[in-house]
């Protein structure tokens, strides 16, 4: 009977191994000003794959990716404070806080050989975390971010795209979530993803929002300057080689027919490139 039992757990073990079905764990950590912040984690193996989502979003945004990378990596989606299941006892919400949630999650689980990918506003964040997890980290995955590390708006731009967000938040975020997507996009993801940011919580998305609006990518970035690959849309123009001036070790990739919300809308192409970019940075 034992024998059968054993059999039996082993079997059930075996299908669940085979087909991916990993389980996962969500825990908390204290950022380093004490806010609590969630993650998710699952998976093995010495390369880490840490998932940071963008604006308005949380580690949900991820969920095509943490089953499939979990099979050979270990993968962690954390939700910056404020998003998500993490705290929202935050006055201020910086692209430095941000990151110091990230290297929060990765010294409490003491992790080495750390590649961070970052979703639009989570581009500035890994940066940050970067700067932070020095000797740690062994390269950086833009999706859909780093379109051009130089910016030239001017004050008055920037207020004036801040403006409707502070006067009815639900309705500017809306419209411009949808304006990120091209007009042959999924209208039900549209509409899923429309309705979802503009339910976060205004005070953090709008504080947030500013923060990154007059966020200096240049000088934090020569203080890090890993390998990094960037996945992008061909919605935006990327400024190649502008940003080639600032990155030593740089590749994009370009994924076409999509929006912003890239690892969304084409789950399968963006983890084959996904795949590729983990490659060459591990490889280095």
């Not at 963008?54 to 990378?69: T, V």
């Not at 379109?147 to 809306?174: M, R």
């Not at 490139?273 to 591990?282: C, D, K, N, R, S």
Request: charge should be negative; include cysteine.
């Amino acid at each position: 009977m034992k024998t059968k039992y054993f059999l039996s757990v082993l079997f059930t073990i075996t299908l669940f191994n085979f087909f991916g079905f990993i389980s996962a764990q969500t825990l908390n950590v204290d950022s380093k000003d004490g806010v609590k912040v969630a993650y998710l984690t699952k998976g093995e193996g010495e390369t880490v794959l840490v998932f940071v989502h963008g604006w308005s979003c949380d580690k949900s945004y991820w969920e095509n990716q943490l089953d499939e990378f979990a099979k050979s990596y270990k993968v962690i989606a954390v939700d910056l404070a404020g998003h998500g299941e993490s705290g929202l006892n935050r006055e201020d919400y910086t692209m430095e806080k941000f990151g110091e949630d990230v290297a929060a999650v990765v010294n409490q689980l003491k992790l080495n050989k750390v590649i961070l990918i970052g979703h639009s506003m989570g581009g500035a964040v890994i940066v940050e975390a970067a700067k932070l997890l020095k000797g740690k980290t062994i390269g950086l995955v833009g999706v859909d971010t780093y379109q051009s590390f130089e910016d030239d708006w001017t004050k008055e731009q920037k207020e004036g795209i801040l403006k409707p967000f502070t006067e009815n938040f639900a309705v500017a975020a809306k419209g411009f979530v949808k304006s990120m997507f091209p007009k042959t996009a999924d209208s039900l993801l549209v509409e899923k993803i429309a309705n979802d940011m503009s339910s976060a919580p205004p005070q953090v998305a709008v504080s947030a929002m500013r923060n990154l609006f007059f966020y200096d990518l240049i000088p934090v970035w020569k203080k890090v300057n890993l390998p990094l690959v960037s996945i992008n849309c061909d919605l935006y123009p990327v400024s190649t080689e502008m940003n080639k001036k600032y990155v030593n070790d740089y590749d994009v990739k370009i994924m076409k027919g999509v929006g912003h919300f890239i690892q969304l809308e084409n789950p399968a192409e963006f983890n084959k490139l996904l795949h590729e970019a983990v490659t060459q940075l591990t490889q280095k």
